[in-house]
């Protein structure tokens, strides 16, 4: 089965590639390497002892992709492909909206023109915003979006789900929380063009030392150590749920318009707890110092998993020590390698 994986160089794009094929599903790349390199198609096809094909095509150009779904036969479509810089969304807004929103509504246009089917879209637990009902469940009702970026995800999922009604294919909305962590085999991991601005890289960058120092943001939440609180999930765990999606929509056995499941493990973490497991599994002193709260941040935000658990078949099966000891061998493979993160 051909599976389109937009945003395929990604970061969540090149897990998802080895887990399609692990699975034994075809992965076909599409990424115009605005923030990711076309090396990594060399790290999945040692992985997984397969080639991998790949298109250099920026989804905004609705020429190009049609000329790839003209050759192409695509039985389900994986949409990762997107800008998600949240700080930048907020100073550059047309940017993100240009970008995330002209690539959705141009691959939905072409799903609808060749008549194809099965679509699961990348959106974010920044749905939610600002939300006082915790675990957060798929029918809790939607925050206000903090950032463009939030609001891109809230749109797509819109746009989604009125085309799944007009134009009648199946497809499904995944709200990540915070993925982190690396592949096993340290081969692939979160090698961004743009520097990382995310919890878990930014703490492997500090300890390897390619930061001074990092900061804790905000010591005075409503938490028990006061740090903010989030439902880290391993990579690798978010990349089975994508194959879980497309096998449950290609069985055919989705029963309503839009299908959304949140990916999360359930449990939240602080700040302080991540930097003292990151301590613990690996033995690294962390230099770190607390920090005014950063505009934007929820106090806290996990996931309720019921429904992926029940309906996709699927739970995080890796936990915190498992996210930081793989984000900590690729970060070491990336500095033997002297290669740098932006
Ligand atoms: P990433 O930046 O590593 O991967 C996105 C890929 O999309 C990049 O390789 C980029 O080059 C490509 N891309 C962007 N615009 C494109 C375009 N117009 N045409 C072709 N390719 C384009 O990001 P990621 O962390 O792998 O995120 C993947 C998806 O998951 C995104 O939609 C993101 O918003 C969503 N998401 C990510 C997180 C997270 O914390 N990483 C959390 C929730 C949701
Ligand atoms: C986690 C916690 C920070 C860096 C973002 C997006 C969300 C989703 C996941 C895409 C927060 C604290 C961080 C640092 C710190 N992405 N922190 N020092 O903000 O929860 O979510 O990524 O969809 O939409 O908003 O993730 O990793 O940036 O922060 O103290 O140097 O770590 O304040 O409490 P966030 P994050």
């Known amino acids: 089965m051909n599976v389109l994986v937009t945003g395929g160089t990604g970061y969540i794009g090149s897990h998802t590639t080895v887990e399609l094929i692990n699975r034994g599903y075809t992965p076909i790349l599409v990424d115009n390497l605005s923030n990711s390199r076309e090396e990594v198609i060399q790290a999945i096809e040692k992985i997984t002892g397969k080639g991998v094909t790949f298109f250099n095509i920026d989804l905004c150009n609705r020429s190009e992709l049609k000329k790839f779904f003209e050759v192409y036969k695509i039985e389900a479509t994986i949409h990762f492909a997107a800008f998600k810089a949240v700080g930048e ?14 690539s959705l509504v141009n691959l939905l246009d072409l799903y609808n023109e060749f008549g194809l089917d099965n679509f699961v879209f990348s959106s974010s637990c920044s749905v939610y915003g600002q939300n006082d009902e915790q675990p957060v469940s798929e029918s809790t009702p939607l925050g206000k979006a903090e950032s463009p970026y939030a609001f891109t995800k809230q749109i797509g999922e819109k746009i989604l789900s009125d085309s799944i009604r007009a134009y009648k294919f199946k497809g499904c909305s995944l709200r990540y929380f915070n993925p982190a962590g690396s ?27 390619k930061r001074k120092k990092m900061q804790v ?20 765990d978010i990349a089975s749920a994508h194959v879980d999606a497309i096998t449950r929509m290609a069985g055919g056995k989705v029963n309503q318009d839009m299908e959304i499941f949140n990916l999360g493990t359930g449990q939240g ?10 301590e613990k599994v690996t033995g690294q002193k962390l230099s770190y110092e607390m920090s005014p709260r950063r505009p934007g941040d929820v106090e806290k935000v996990y996931a309720d998993t019921g429904l992926a658990n029940s309906l ?5 099966l890796r936990n915190l020590e498992d996210i930081v000891k ?10 033997e390698a002297n290669k740098s993160i932006a």
């Open 89 to 102: 969304s907020v100073d550059f807004p047309l940017k993100y909206y240009r970008n995330n929103i002209q």
């Open 183 to 209: 592949h096993e085999s340290a081969l692939i991991g979160e090698y961004p063009l743009q520097a990382p601005t995310n919890l878990v890289p930014v703490i492997t960058q500090t300890a390897i030392g």
């Open 217 to 236: 943001f905000g010591s005075d939440y409503n938490t028990p150590d006061g740090t903010c609180v989030r439902d880290y999930i391993h990579v690798m």
């Open 269 to 278: 973490n602080t700040v302080l707890e991540v930097i003292k497991t990151f």
């Open 312 to 316: 996709l078949g699927w739970k995080a």
């Open 326 to 335: 793989t984000a900590w061998d690729w970060e070491k493979k990336l500095s």
